[in-house]
C-alpha cells in the first residue's frame, strides 16, 4: 500500500461510491434470479454442478457485503479488498474459459442487458474495476472536505457507473452488431 500515489479525499470516495453502486445493483439482480446465475456458475464448468447454487449464493452475498463495507469511511478499505478480490477471482474464471475457447457462454454478471457472452472486453472492464478498488484504499492528502465535494463525488460516481453501464450494453450488443456486419 505504501507504493500508492496519495490522492485527494474525493477520487477515493468517488471510486468507492461508484463501485458500491455496481456492486450493489448487481447483488440485487443475482440474488433476485438465483436460478439464472446458478446456471451460468455452472456453464463455466470450473466446480461440480451441485456447488452452481451455493456458489451463486456465496458470490452474490460477498458482491453484496463488499458493495455495503464501500459506503462507510471506516470499512472503505475492507470493501475495496474485498472487491478486488472478488474482482479478481471472476475475472481469472473469465479468462480461463476464454482461454479454453469458451466465449459463448453468459458471464453471469447480472444487469438488464443479461445474456452477456465473455469476452476480452469483459476482463479490460474488470481490470478497470479492480483499479477503482484500489482507489478506494490508497493514502488520502489531508484536507478538509467541503460541500461542494460532496456534490464532486456524487456526479464524479454518477458519471462513472454511467460510463460502466454504458460499456456493459456496448459487450452485450458486440455479438448482434457483429452479425449486421456479416
Known amino acids: 500500500m505504501s507504493g500508492l500515489p496519495v490522492l485527494d479525499p474525493i477520487l477515493p470516495l468517488m471510486a468507492a461510491s461508484a463501485l458500491a453502486m455496481v456492486l450493489l445493483t448487481g447483488a440485487w439482480h443475482k440474488l433476485r434470479d438465483r436460478e439464472t446465475f446458478a446456471l451460468a456458475i455452472e456453464q463455466y464448468r470450473l466446480l ?96 478538509e472536505l467541503a460541500w461542494l465535494d460532496g456534490l464532486t463525488v456524487g456526479a464524479g460516481a454518477l458519471g462513472l457507473y454511467g460510463l460502466y453501464a454504458a460499456a456493459n450494453q456496448l459487450l452485450a450488443n458486440r455479438p448482434r452488431l457483429m452479425k449486421l456486419r456479416g
Open 48 to 143: 461440480p454442478e451441485s456447488w452452481a447454487g451455493p456458489a451463486a449464493l456465496a458470490l452474490a452475498g460477498w458482491e453484496l457485503v463488499a458493495g455495503s463495507l464501500l459506503l462507510a469511511g471506516t470499512t472503505r478499505p475492507w470493501g475495496g479488498l474485498a472487491a478486488a478480490a472478488l474482482l479478481v477471482l471472476v475475472t481469472g474464471a473469465v479468462a480461463l474459459n476464454l482461454a479454453r475457447g469458451r466465449a459463448h457462454i453468459d458471464c453471469g454478471c447480472g444487469g438488464p442487458e443479461g445474456g452477456q457472452h465473455l469476452s476480452w472486453g469483459l476482463v479490460a472492464r474488470n481490470l478497470v474495476l479492480i483499479a477503482l478498488a484500489a482507489a478506494t484504499w490508497a493514502p488520502e492528502a489531508a484536507r
